[in-house]
């Protein structure tokens, strides 16, 4: 999640290392838009661009983790438990 959170256009940014170090990040590419504050702002022209970018770049982002999870080489993959145990 920080990482989706890290791809964000607003904020203050992920704190990767804390409690160890304070500093905030940002990734070089930010296409995912910060959400308006307030149910009255989101229902808006723009928390609607926002939820598009929102549901675009996520569900892209678990599309990819799903299917690279499941193309894994069987020597990659955890070894299944008999059944009964």
């Known amino acids: 999640m920080a990482f989706l959170d ?9 704190a990767f290392f804390a409690p160890f170090d304070n500093h ?10 910060v959400s308006p504050t307030g149910v009255g702002r989101f229902f808006t022209d723009r928390g ?20 690279g999870l499941a193309d894994r080489p069987a020597e990659l993959r955890l070894p ?4 009964g145990i």
């Open 6 to 14: 890290a791809m964000t256009d607003g904020g203050l940014g992920v």
């Open 80 to 83: 299944r438990s008999p059944a």
């Open 24 to 33: 905030r990040y940002f990734l070089p590419w930010t296409p995912i838009r």
């Open 48 to 67: 609607l661009v926002v939820l598009q970018s929102e549901l675009l770049w996520i569900g892209c982002c678990g599309a990819a983790g799903t299917f």
